[in-house]
């Protein structure tokens, strides 16, 4: 049986500064210090380097969801982040999107997170703190859970 295995999206799978960057400067103003409420952002942006890739390869090893929170204040990023799962992730990854604000809420043996709120900090799992010196991209993740010689190339 595999191991359960969680992703966070944002700045993990996403790269949000993407949908920044792509953002009318006046409705940045607008929403500044709460970009993520901006209406349609989630739908502008891109994956973040290697993300695509090493999800591919985890899913071959781990029984793989993505755990997301979204913001309540936003009713477009719950739609335009399980389009963008379809659009970049596909099929490995259908039906296994979850939106939660209390993620020590789900079961499993790994939370991959950049940040330690909605419950991440509560994980019973082991967190892997995405963008710290000991997991800083996706090689250092793969590197820890999948041996080198164990990797399925994509």
Same mark, same amino acid.
């Given at each position: 049986?595999?191991?359960?295995?969680?992703?966070?999206?944002?700045?993990?799978?996403?790269?949000? %500064?993407?949908?920044?960057?792509?953002?009318?400067?006046?409705?940045?103003?607008?929403?500044?210090?709460? !970009?993520?409420?901006?209406?349609?952002?989630?739908?502008?942006?891109?994956?973040?380097?290697?993300?695509?890739?090493?999800? +591919? %390869?985890?899913?071959?090893?781990?029984?793989?969801?993505? =755990?997301?929170?979204?913001?309540?204040?936003?009713?477009?990023?719950?739609?335009?982040? !399980?389009?963008?799962?379809?659009?970049?992730?596909?099929?490995?990854?259908?039906?296994?999107?979850? =939106?939660?604000?209390?993620?020590?809420?789900?079961?499993?043996?790994?939370?991959?997170?950049?940040?330690?709120?909605?419950?991440?900090?509560?994980? +019973?799992?082991? =967190? !892997?703190?995405?963008?710290?010196?000991?997991?800083?991209?996706?090689?250092?993740?793969?590197?820890?859970?999948?041996? +080198?010689?164990?990797?399925? =190339?994509?």
């Amino acid at each position: 049986m595999k191991k359960i295995l969680y992703v966070d999206m944002d700045d993990v799978l996403v790269d949000f %500064q993407s949908g920044i960057d792509k953002t009318n400067e006046d409705v940045c103003a607008e929403y500044a210090d709460r !970009l993520d409420e901006v209406p349609g952002i989630f739908s502008l942006m891109k994956p973040l380097l290697g993300a695509v890739d090493a999800y +591919k %390869q985890l899913v071959v090893e781990f029984d793989t969801y993505i =755990l997301s929170t979204s913001p309540w204040e936003n009713p477009s990023a719950w739609s335009d982040k !399980l389009i963008w799962v379809k659009e970049y992730l596909g099929e490995d990854a259908r039906k296994r999107l979850i =939106l939660t604000h209390n993620k020590d809420l789900n079961i499993g043996h790994f939370l991959v997170d950049d940040r330690l709120k909605n419950g991440a900090d509560k994980f +019973k799992g082991e =967190l !892997l703190h995405f963008g710290t010196e000991k997991f800083p991209d996706w090689n250092a993740v793969l590197d820890y859970l999948i041996p +080198k010689e164990g990797r399925h =190339l994509t």
